[in-house]
């Protein structure tokens, strides 16, 4: 196996000068490095980068723990940390905590043996005590979309009870009077706060919140297309349908084309999210943005100045946006 003194030998240059091209961690003239790493690739050199990590305790590298790798959601934060990450020279670690408490803690665990230098997490299950006893300066730990008591500073989140108000009141403001709502999972806050932002609405518009239009669910097309299938089975008139993620419109929508139903001639749809693929549904979602890909930046370069000890003025607290596409209908009296 070569060693970084044959690497230097080879390219012409200091032991430090191949340490710095290979860390990142100061200038180095574009010849210089290009010969370092044309010897590199010769000698077939790999530094022992996990030895050094039981020596510094660093790895180099980010962790990043999420619910669901195939979700598009977290591809897009995600794809916000690790442009920030690999700036800095640094490599992202993912695992995928499943929604699960177990496997959630799990992640975690796992990032911390291998010595991420810093972690961020998208939690789902692990209570707020358990969060806070895994925060300590040695490894900084941000928390995505969730405000955790007590460490506020390293949090970031979106004003859901907002969205949901946002969403419903666009359909009431379209002169929508009976609007169903598909729910996410009640164990989550975003599917209660989004709920709660629906029906403080209606409330506030003078309806009556009628608990018969609302269908809970789990996020997925799959449990859109459900729910839906559920509220017109009930036969529970609307002419409207909030749906708490934009996955779960899609699912939602392709059931109300299976039956005949035209959006948004016959039922109007709102979403939550703005993914990228909701502009080409059959009719163009009207939804709620949350900043996904911004959420995933501010993560990242609140751990990175955390790891250099500084404070970055980073927004904390996200605020929803309505996008206006083609899938609500005005109604006429």
Not at 32 to 52: D, K, S, W
Request: charged residues 20%; neutral net charge.
């Amino acid at each position: 196996m070569s060693t970084i003194r044959e690497v230097s030998q080879a390219a012409g240059v200091s032991i430090s000068t191949v340490s710095r091209v290979l860390n990142r961690s100061g200038p180095v003239s574009k010849h210089a490095q290009e010969r370092v790493l044309a010897a590199v690739a010769q000698l077939g050199y790999f530094p022992n980068t996990f030895a050094r990590g039981l020596v510094t305790k660093r790895s180099g590298g980010i962790g990043a723990t999420v619910t669901d790798l195939s979700d598009p959601f977290f591809g897009l934060m995600l794809k916000g940390i690790e442009g920030r990450v690999e700036q800095a020279g640094m490599h992202l670690i993912v695992t995928d905590g499943h929604g699960q408490l177990h496997a959630e803690r799990e992640s975690v665990a796992f990032l911390t043996r291998h010595n991420a230098d810093a972690i961020i997490a998208y939690l789902q299950q692990v209570p707020d005590p358990e969060i806070l006893e895994w925060a300590h300066p040695g490894r900084p730990l941000i928390v995505v979309a969730r405000n955790v008591a007590g460490m506020a500073a390293r949090c970031l989140h979106i004003d859901n009870v907002l969205g949901g108000g946002l969403a419903t009141h666009h359909l009431l403001s379209m002169g929508h009077q009976t609007i169903a709502h598909i729910s996410g999972p009640m164990a989550l806050v975003d599917g209660r706060d989004r709920l709660r932002g629906y029906r403080t609405a209606l409330e506030k518009a003078g309806l009556h919140y009628d608990p018969e239009r609302v269908v809970e669910a789990d996020f997925t097309p799959a449990g859109g297309a459900a729910a839906m299938a559920h509220l017109l089975d009930r036969g529970n008139a609307f002419t409207a349908v909030f749906a708490g993620n934009d996955q779960m419109a899609a699912g939602a929508m392709d059931v109300l084309r299976n039956r005949g139903l035209r959006v948004p001639d016959d039922v109007s749809v709102v979403g939550f999210d703005d993914l990228p693929m909701v502009r080409y549904l059959y009719a163009p979602l009207t939804t709620v943005r949350q900043p996904i890909l911004e959420m995933g930046r501010a993560a990242a370069d609140l751990a990175l100045a955390a790891l250099r000890g500084e404070e970055v003025e980073v927004s904390r607290g996200f605020e929803p946006e309505l996008v206006v596409r083609h899938s609500v209908k005005r109604m006429t009296t």
